[in-house]
Each structure stands twice: as structure tokens, then as C-alpha cells.
């Protein structure tokens, strides 16, 4: 199964400053099916980006996904207060379905 | 709106069985594959199972194969988890999934329950 490695493991920035996670793959990920959900305490995740760089429904522009192959980056241009959370990859080019671990996004 | 309504978890002795349930509601539950994924107190995402739209495909993690049992009614709009032989390890918070779109059985999900705990513990 592929192995999915986020980086940081946790993020301190302040609001209005730029976030990058990385999400790096065992091996390549087929067809860029690498999704992104954002997870906040006692909720349930939530759908971001889809393909690697489509963005969800309702998913405001500041969230951006990039990346191919085994290297993949979520970037959030402007942090808004909302946006601390916990942060998965995923991928769903191959069998099994596998989530990273997450970055854990906290306000400095 | 899209709703997925879970129930059926609580506290559960090693080696028992619970049944888990996920009401749909908000769209046409017979044209969508659904998923079961968990998450352990304190940890990440892992998925259960996958069920074809009229439960003509189906797929377990390797870690519930055998002792999971996934299904489905369409005529209720509900889907099921039955686990048996359960251990310390299935202790985690329990979603139905419904998905965006799935490569074979390896989805993304655009809908999610909020969740129904199960803890298995003496």
C-alpha cells in the first residue's frame, strides 16, 4: 500500500501569513488522486481539494493543492482565523484508500 | 441537503460484536458507493470498507477483514457495519462516507456523518 508522509507535523503561524504542507507518497500516485480535508476538533473531515488542485464546493479560494507523482503541497495563501485545524492527505489511485497523518495547524 | 446520520456505538467488551448504522437522507442513496472510515482517539483517518452502490462489490482493510461485516438497504437508505471478535485496536470513532467519485474502491468523500464512537475495553 502507498505510504503517505506529511511534513510538518505541526505548523505555527499567525493569521494573514502564508501556510505550506507537504504531503510526500511511498510511491507515485496515480492520475494525481490525492484529495485534502481539513479537520477540526470534534468534527468530521471536510472535503478541500480533489485531483491534487480541484477545489471542493464551497471551498474558498485561498485553499490551493499542487503537486504530482509523490510530492504533493496544500498552500493557503491568507490564514483566516477558521483555518487552524488538522490537515490530511489522501490517496485514492490504488488500493487501499490511505491517509497521511496530518499537519496539525496551530495559530503562533 | 446531504445527510448521513450514524448510530449504534458505545462501550463493548473485548471479543463482542456491535452493530453500526448510517441513516442517508438528502439524496438517491441506491446510486452512490458508500464507505465506512475510522479514527482512533488522538490519531488519523483510517478506512473500513467500501460497498458498491446494490452491494455487488465490496472491500475490507486488511485489519477488519474477517471480522468486519459491511451491507446495506437501499429501500431504507441506511448503511450497516456489523463487527465481531472486536479488540482494544477498533476503539476509534466510526463515519459513514459518501463519495465524490472512486478509482475502483479507493475513494475521496464529499459527505461525512458526524461520527458514532465505539470503545472496546474491560
Known amino acids: 500500500e502507498i505510504v503517505l508522509t506529511q511534513s510538518p507535523g505541526t505548523l505555527s503561524l499567525s493569521p494573514g501569513e502564508r501556510a505550506t504542507l507537504s504531503c510526500r507518497a511511498s510511491?507515485?500516485?496515480?492520475?494525481?488522486?490525492l484529495a485534502w480535508y481539513q479537520q477540526k476538533p470534534g468534527q468530521a473531515p471536510r472535503l478541500l481539494i480533489y485531483?491534487?488542485?480541484s477545489r471542493a464546493t464551497g471551498i474558498p479560494d485561498r485553499f490551493s493543492g499542487s503537486g504530482s507523482g509523490t510530492d504533493f503541497t496544500l498552500t493557503i495563501s491568507r490564514l483566516e482565523p477558521e483555518d487552524f485545524a488538522v490537515y490530511y492527505c489522501?490517496?485514492?489511485?490504488?488500493?487501499?484508500?490511505?491517509f497521511g497523518q496530518g499537519t496539525k495547524l496551530e495559530i503562533k | 441537503e446531504v445527510q448521513l446520520v450514524e448510530s449504534g456505538g458505545g462501550l463493548v467488551q473485548p471479543g463482542g460484536s456491535l452493530r453500526l448504522s448510517c441513516a442517508a437522507s438528502?439524496?438517491?442513496?441506491?446510486?452512490?458507493?458508500m464507505n465506512w472510515v475510522r479514527q482512533a482517539p488522538g490519531k488519523g483517518l483510517e478506512w473500513v470498507s467500501y460497498?458498491?452502490?446494490?452491494?455487488?462489490?465490496?472491500y475490507y482493510a486488511d485489519s477488519v477483514k474477517g471480522r468486519f461485516t459491511i451491507s446495506r438497504d437501499n429501500a431504507e437508505n441506511s448503511l450497516f457495519l456489523q463487527m465481531n471478535s472486536l479488540r482494544a485496536e477498533d476503539t476509534a470513532v466510526y463515519y459513514c462516507?459518501?463519495?465524490?467519485?472512486?478509482?475502483?474502491?479507493?475513494?475521496?468523500?464529499?459527505?461525512w456523518g458526524q461520527g458514532t464512537l465505539v470503545t472496546v475495553s474491560s
Open positions: 510511491q507515485s500516485v496515480s492520475s494525481s488522486s
Open positions: 460497498i458498491g452502490s446494490y452491494s455487488n462489490t465490496i
Open positions: 462516507a459518501r463519495p465524490r467519485s472512486c478509482n475502483g474502491g479507493s475513494c475521496f468523500d464529499d459527505y
Open positions: 485531483g491534487a488542485s
Open positions: 438528502g439524496f438517491t442513496f441506491s446510486s452512490y458507493s
Open positions: 489522501q490517496q485514492y489511485g490504488s488500493s487501499p484508500r490511505t
